[in-house]
C-alpha cells in the first residue's frame, strides 16, 4: 500500500538515517527511515558507533506486546540507549528503571495524585494560571511561544503539585532542561557525547545538574518531614507498601525524574500539537467552529507528535521476535514514535485529523506497569491551553521555526515564534 509522506519528513531522511545518532533528530523524526523499517525489517539490528548495537522494533503490535513482556525484557537495565555498567544503574535508578514488584511499590506512593479524579480536581487552578500565562504573552503580539508558554506552565503546574514555590520554577525548569536534554549544547555545558562526563556517571543524565537538583530534594524533604503537606515531597517521603521508606538516593532520584520527565514531554506536545494546527489550517477551523472536538484534538496532537521516540529494555533470556533470534542481554528499542504511524494500526496515518477515532497511540505508553504516570496531567495541561489561546485569539501565524532537539530520546521543537491577532 502506498501512502504520502509525513508533511515533517526532513530532507536530509533518505530512509536510511542513523537512528542512535542526536545529530539525525536535529533535522527531525526521519519518519521515511522508520516506515522503511516497519514494511521491509520491522525487528531490525542497528549498529551504534559508541555502544553494542540494539534491536530496533518499529511496527506497533510489536511494540505493544514486548512492552507488556516486562519480564522478558526488562527496564531493570537502563531504558536508554546509553550503556551503564552496574555501578552507574544502580547509582541512578528510578522509577522507570523498574519493574514490578518494585516497580508497583514506588509508584503506588504518588500514583493517587496523578489519577484522572485527582487531575481534574485541579482543573481550575490550572485554568486560571493558564490563562494568566496566555495574558503576559500574548500581550507581546509576537513572541516565542516555547519560552513564554510552553516551557512555563507544566513546570508552574508541577511545581504546585510538589509544593515548591512557583519563584522557584524557571531554576527547576534550568535543571531539567540540563537533564534531560543532556545532548543539546544549547541547554547544558556537559554535553554527553562531546565532552567528558565521568566525574558524573553516577549522577542523574551524568548531569552536575542532578547535584543541584538533589540538593534541593533534600532540603525540601527536612522541611516536609518537621511539617508534612498534602503534596507529592511528602507522599514520597512516606512508608512505601513493605513498610519501609524510600532511601535517600531513591527519594533524590525519583525527585530528579519528575523535574526532568515533568516538564520536556509536555512543553514539546503543546508546541508541536500548535504547530500542527497552525500547519492544518482546516483541522484548526474545525476546532474553533466544534469545541466539543477537544479531546480528540488532544489525542491526535500526542499520537503526531510521539515526543518520546522510544524506550530501551533488554532482552532477560533468549527470545525469537519477528523471526528474529534475540539474545539474552540485548538492548531492544520500543520505537514509539514509528508505532504511532504504523499504517497496519491507523488509517492514513500521516494525515493529521482531529476526528481520528479510534486513536489508540502510544504517547503515553500504552500497556503494562509503564504507562507514563503524568498522562492525565499531560492531556489537561495540552486541552486547556488550546481552550485559552482559542478564546483569547483570532488567528495565529507561525513567524519562525528553529532547530529542533538534538536528542534520539525526546523529540521536539526548541523555539517556535509566533504572532497573534486577539
Not at 502506498?2 to 533528530?25: N, V
Not at 532520584?253 to 492544518?280: C, I, K, M, P, Q
Request: glycine share 6%.
Amino acid at each position: 500500500m502506498t501512502i504520502e509522506r509525513h508533511p515533517w519528513t526532513p530532507e536530509t531522511d533518505d530512509g536510511h538515517a542513523d537512528l542512535a545518532s542526536h545529530d539525525t533528530w536535529v533535522h527531525g523524526t526521519p519518519y521515511a527511515t522508520l516506515e522503511r523499517l516497519r514494511d521491509e525489517d520491522p525487528v531490525s539490528w542497528v549498529d551504534e558507533a559508541d555502544g553494542s548495537g540494539f534491536w530496533a522494533v518499529t511496527r506497533y503490535a510489536d511494540v505493544i506486546e514486548l512492552n507488556r513482556r516486562w519480564d522478558d525484557f526488562t527496564s531493570y537495565r537502563g531504558i536508554r540507549l546509553e550503556e551503564m555498567d552496574a555501578e552507574e544503574t544502580e547509582a541512578r535508578r528510578t522509577l522507570m528503571e523498574l519493574d514490578p514488584p518494585d516497580h508497583t511499590r514506588l509508584r503506588r506512593l504518588v500514583n493517587r495524585g496523578f489519577t484522572r479524579r485527582t487531575v481534574e480536581s485541579y482543573e481550575e487552578p490550572i485554568r486560571e494560571l493558564t490563562g494568566d500565562i496566555l495574558d503576559e504573552a500574548l500581550a507581546l503580539g509576537e513572541f516565542d511561544f516555547v519560552g513564554e508558554v510552553a516551557r512555563v506552565l507544566p513546570m508552574r503546574m508541577l511545581g504546585r503539585l510538589l509544593g515548591v514555590p512557583d519563584d522557584d520554577a524557571a531554576q527547576l525548569v534550568d535543571w531539567g532542561d540540563q537533564l534531560l536534554s543532556n545532548s543539546d549544547p544549547e541547554y547544558t555545558d556537559h554535553v554527553v557525547d562531546q565532552v567528558d562526563t565521568d566525574e558524573f556517571r553516577l549522577i542523574p543524565f551524568r548531569s552536575p545538574a542532578g547535584l543541584e537538583v538533589f540538593r534541593y530534594a533534600q532540603e525540601a524533604a527536612i522541611e516536609r518531614r518537621g511539617c508534612p503537606h498534602d503534596d507529592v515531597i511528602s507522599r514520597l517521603l512516606e512508608p512505601t507498601t513493605d513498610g519501609e521508606p524510600l532511601s535517600d538516593l531513591e527519594f533524590n532520584n525519583f525527585f530528579a525524574l519528575l523535574v526532568a520527565a515533568g516538564n520536556d514531554t509536555t512543553r514539546y506536545s503543546l508546541t508541536e500539537g500548535l504547530r500542527a494546527l497552525v500547519d492544518h489550517p482546516d483541522q484548526f477551523r474545525a476546532l474553533r467552529d466544534d469545541p466539543s472536538l477537544i479531546d480528540s484534538a488532544v489525542e491526535e496532537i500526542l499520537r503526531w507528535t510521539t515526543v518520546t521516540t522510544h524506550f530501551r529494555r533488554t532482552a532477560t533470556s533468549d527470545q525469537e521476535v519477528g523471526g528474529r533470534a534475540i539474545a539474552e542481554g540485548d538492548k531492544v528499542v520500543l520505537w514509539w514514535a514509528s508505532a504511532d504511524y504504523d499504517q497496519r494500526k491507523f488509517d492514513d496515518p500521516y494525515r493529521f485529523d482531529i476526528r481520528r477515532d479510534p486513536n489508540d497511540h502510544v504517547a503515553f505508553g500504552r500497556n503494562g506497569p509503564h504507562l507514563c504516570l503524568g498522562a492525565w496531567l499531560a492531556r489537561m495541561e495540552i486541552r486547556i491551553t488550546l481552550q485559552e489561546l482559542l478564546a483569547r485569539t483570532t488567528e495565529i501565524e507561525i513567524v519562525h521555526t528553529s532547530d529542533r532537539l538534538r536528542s534520539n530520546l525526546i523529540s521536539g521543537t526548541k523555539h517556535l515564534t509566533v504572532r497573534v491577532g486577539t
